[in-house]
């Protein structure tokens, strides 16, 4: 989180946390009252352990079934200088890394250059329109799960190089009647013919989003097809006040997009994956289509709300329509992220995705207390930083288990109300 200056001490441990957190990449039913979280919350039941975890080396999965041909030219792969490698994440024989190609949707102005971790700016597009288009991204063959490798002065090293670092090699704008038949021949390839929306958080660039979301999908072993929705964050230590007003300009955007995904890609199954300031925007979305689908089946399958930057008390709010709109939805919270806890003091309010002092356990919502298992100095990335989190998100994907039939989860009551306790 970045907020604006303070006076005094409080301003200066402020502006401590959130510039720590800028050098980290991104680094239902009717509602509950207030919880004031009890310490003497007690484990209650403990779940058999599932198969083991997806391997950490997913560079030697199978490579998936080519992509059918339709009517639009899929843009060429960049030409490396290195070994080639092959598509949808998977090395060719040889390789010495995978291409992740991640498609994209954005309400962020473009800049004049062509390179690609500079091509989209932090400002909003005037016209409110979205563009579209894919981006091929590198995974070193000794990628390590959960990481983000980039390049470090501690090495010497000065510039990206996709044997070793997560790098955008290309990006492809598409006009949508391009976009949508390569996006459907990618689903249809994928065994479950299904795809997931990520959207970020505060403090993003279009480059590190998409570095995220290809990290995501290659760790996950995601088969369908990995979809960015990257709004205008500035990007920016101190641009938290202009980050805020721009989740709520880009909500109706976001909604018809994830409309537009679940009807016209061809999917049989959407999950949508969010973090931080992110949920805003997604809880928004996802509250609108709920009221315009009430009485049917829900669009999305699962949905991941990742330390949510929310106020609590308005999320309690959304919570009484929105979780109608996916099958599961998932709460990930910590009472260690020390970017929620400063969000907390700047708002004056809790917030969901922050257990230090409230709890937020609605109906429809499944939420897992992740204090356990955070990891760095601000625990704020746990969603994608920690194997944990993503060996869990991985079987809520692929086995469509609930909390209790997942591997490190204890149920605890509180207030007679149901949560889990991640321990790994």
Same mark, same amino acid.
């Given at each position: 989180?970045?907020?604006?200056?303070?006076?005094?001490?409080?301003?200066?441990?402020?502006?401590?946390?959130?510039?720590?957190?800028?050098?980290?990449?991104?680094?239902?039913?009717?509602?509950?009252?207030?919880?004031?979280?009890?310490?003497?919350?007690?484990?209650?039941?403990?779940?058999?352990? !599932?198969?083991?975890?997806?391997?950490?080396?997913?560079?030697?999965?199978?490579?998936?079934?080519?992509?059918?041909?339709?009517?639009?030219?899929?843009?060429?792969?960049?030409?490396?200088?290195? !070994?080639?490698?092959?598509? +949808?994440?998977?090395?060719?024989?040889?390789?010495?890394?995978?291409?992740?190609?991640?498609?994209?949707?954005?309400?962020?102005?473009?800049?004049?250059?062509?390179?690609?971790?500079?091509?989209?700016?932090?400002?909003?597009?005037?016209?409110?329109?979205?563009?579209?288009?894919?981006?091929?991204?590198?995974?070193?063959?000794?990628?390590?799960?959960?990481?983000?490798?980039?390049?470090?002065?501690?090495?010497?090293?000065?510039?990206?190089?996709?044997?070793?670092?997560?790098?955008? $090699?290309?990006?492809?704008?598409?006009?949508?009647?391009?976009? $949508?038949?390569?996006?459907?021949?990618?689903?249809?390839?994928?065994?479950?013919?299904?795809?997931?929306?990520?959207?970020?958080?505060?403090?993003?660039?279009?480059?590190?989003?998409?570095?995220?979301?290809?990290?995501?999908?290659? +760790?996950?072993?995601?088969?369908?097809?990995?979809?960015?929705?990257?709004?205008?964050?500035?990007?920016?230590?101190?641009?938290?006040?202009?980050?805020?007003?721009?989740?709520?300009?880009?909500?109706?955007?976001?909604? =018809?997009?994830?409309?537009?995904?679940?009807?016209?890609?061809?999917?049989?199954?959407?999950?949508?994956?969010?973090?931080?300031?992110?949920?805003?925007?997604?809880?928004?979305?996802?509250?609108?289509?709920?009221?315009?689908?009430?009485?049917?089946?829900?669009?999305? =399958?699962?949905?991941?709300?990742?330390?949510?930057?929310?106020?609590?008390?308005?999320?309690?709010?959304?919570?009484?329509?929105?979780?109608?709109?996916?099958?599961?939805?998932?709460?990930?919270?910590?009472?260690?992220?020390?970017? $929620?806890?400063?969000?907390? =003091?700047?708002?004056?309010?809790?917030?969901?995705?922050?257990?230090?002092?409230?709890?937020?356990?609605? !109906?429809?919502?499944?939420?897992? +207390?992740?204090?356990?298992?955070?990891?760095?100095?601000?625990?704020?990335?746990?969603?994608? +930083?920690?194997?944990?989190?993503?060996?869990?998100?991985?079987?809520?994907?692929?086995?469509?288990?609930?909390?209790?039939?997942?591997?490190?989860?204890?149920?605890?009551?509180?207030?007679?109300?149901?949560?889990?306790?991640?321990?790994?």
């Amino acid at each position: 989180m970045r907020a604006p200056a303070f006076r005094g001490m409080t301003g200066l441990w402020f502006l401590f946390v959130f510039a720590a957190v800028g050098c980290l990449l991104e680094c239902g039913g009717c509602s509950s009252p207030n919880l004031t979280k009890s310490p003497d919350a007690q484990p209650t039941a403990s779940a058999p352990p !599932p198969p083991p975890p997806p391997p950490s080396n997913p560079p030697e999965r199978p490579a998936p079934t080519p992509p059918p041909m339709t009517a639009a030219k899929p843009p060429e792969r960049p030409k490396a200088a290195r !070994p080639p490698a092959a598509k +949808d994440g998977v090395p060719a024989p040889g390789a010495s890394y995978a291409v992740v190609r991640v498609f994209y949707a954005t309400d962020r102005k473009p800049t004049d250059s062509k390179e690609p971790n500079k091509m989209y700016s932090g400002e909003r597009l005037e016209d409110e329109s979205l563009l579209l288009g894919t981006v091929d991204v590198s995974i070193p063959r000794d990628h390590k799960m959960a990481n983000i490798e980039r390049p470090s002065m501690w090495r010497l090293e000065r510039r990206e190089d996709p044997e070793k670092h997560i790098v955008l $090699l290309e990006i492809t704008p598409e006009p949508l009647d391009q976009f $949508l038949p390569q996006l459907s021949a990618r689903i249809a390839a994928s065994q479950e013919k299904q795809a997931f929306v990520f959207v970020h958080g505060y403090d993003v660039t279009f480059a590190d989003a998409a570095r995220r979301t290809a990290q995501l999908a290659y +760790d996950l072993a995601f088969d369908g097809a990995p979809i960015l929705y990257s709004w205008p964050s500035k990007g920016k230590v101190g641009a938290y006040p202009a980050d805020e007003a721009t989740i709520e300009w880009t909500a109706p955007h976001l909604k =018809k997009f994830l409309e537009q995904i679940a009807t016209e890609s061809h999917a049989t199954t959407v999950h949508v994956i969010a973090h931080s300031m992110g949920n805003r925007a997604v809880t928004s979305a996802l509250n609108a289509i709920a009221t315009e689908r009430a009485g049917v089946p829900p669009m999305f =399958k699962q949905v991941f709300l990742a330390a949510p930057d929310i106020d609590a008390g308005v999320f309690r709010q959304l919570a009484m329509k929105f979780p109608s709109a996916a099958t599961r939805v998932t709460l990930y919270a910590s009472s260690k992220d020390e970017a $929620l806890i400063a969000s907390k =003091k700047f708002h004056k309010n809790p917030r969901a995705g922050d257990t230090g002092t409230v709890i937020t356990i609605v !109906p429809g919502v499944d939420t897992i +207390d992740a204090t356990a298992v955070d990891t760095g100095f601000l625990g704020h990335s746990y969603y994608g +930083d920690n194997r944990s989190i993503l060996t869990d998100i991985y079987y809520a994907i692929h086995k469509d288990d609930p909390p209790d039939k997942r591997f490190g989860m204890r149920a605890a009551k509180h207030h007679d109300l149901t949560y889990w306790l991640f321990r790994p």
